[in-house]
T-cell receptor, first 115, second 112 residues
Framework: EAGVVQSPRYKIIEKKQPVAFWCNPI?????LYWYLQNLGQGPELLIR????????DSQLPKDRFSAERLKGVDSTLKIQPAELGDSAVYLC?????????????FGPGTRLLVL | TQLLEQSPQFLSIQEGENLTVYCNSS?????LQWYRQEPGEGPVLLVT?????EVKKLKRLTFQFGDARKDSSLHITAAQPGDTGLYLC????????????FGKGTLLTVNP
């Protein structure tokens, strides 16, 4: 069974440019998460989807970040405009139903470098 | 804000040695998960503990959840180079809006 797929794996952009990351979760998983992982830190939740609905976006900086999961499957995370401090790894994860103690399966991440 | 502190931050040992890493918080969690993350990859779940005092074993790895569900430890016996990686603990809270809070991790290097 295929795991969580993310693309691109690496992205280098100049500050003030837009950037988008794509995630395809494990088939049949209703819950999708986007996490931010800075160097030397653990992942921090940005947004969580239950099917198409964003049920927790309290940590998403909405002035420059946006996300969508239009058909309840794939998801896109966008930054516009990017800032130097956005350089980090953006991880996507999915789980079956978002229930307590449920396993979250992580993708390999997109490594963003903003110059 | 619920914080999880992991120690040590870095650990470099020789193959065959034993080690313990710790995950501490002042907050109570409904569950505690341990992940291992290798370079260029996402975290992979090793174990979930949910009951205070619970001990789980996974081959050479032993996980314990504190009685008060505020802390946890991971003990590795006879470490091998394949154990090298970033070990992250994550505390779970909430009911319908279940959320994981991750620690900063312990970077373990096992030298041959």
């Amino acid at each position: 069974e295929a795991g969580v797929v993310q693309s691109p794996r690496y992205k280098i952009i100049e500050k003030k440019q837009p950037v988008a990351f794509w995630c395809n979760p494990i088939s049949g998983h209703n819950t999708l998460y986007w996490y931010l992982q800075n160097l030397g830190q653990g992942p921090e939740l940005l947004i969580r989807y239950e099917n198409e609905e964003a049920v927790d976006d309290s940590q998403l900086p909405k002035d420059r970040f946006s996300a969508e999961r239009l058909k309840g499957v794939d998801s896109t995370l966008k930054i516009q405009p990017a800032e130097l401090g956005d350089s980090a790894v953006y991880l996507c994860a999915s789980s079956q139903n978002g229930q307590r103690q449920e396993t979250q399966y992580f993708g390999p991440g997109t490594r963003l470098l903003v110059l | 804000t619920q914080l999880l502190e992991q120690s040590p931050q870095f650990l470099s040992i020789q193959e065959g040695e034993n080690l313990t890493v710790y995950c501490n918080s002042s907050s109570v969690f409904s569950s505690l998960q341990w992940y291992r993350q290798e370079p260029g990859e996402g975290p992979v779940l090793l174990v979930t503990v949910v009951t205070g005092g619970e001990v789980k074993k996974l081959k050479r790895l032993t996980f314990q959840f504190g009685d008060a569900r505020k802390d946890s430890s991971l003990h590795i016996t006879a470490a091998q180079p394949g154990d090298t990686g970033l070990y992250l603990c994550a505390g779970g809270t909430g009911g319908s809006n279940y959320k994981l809070t991750f620690g900063k991790g312990t970077l373990l290097t096992v030298n041959p």
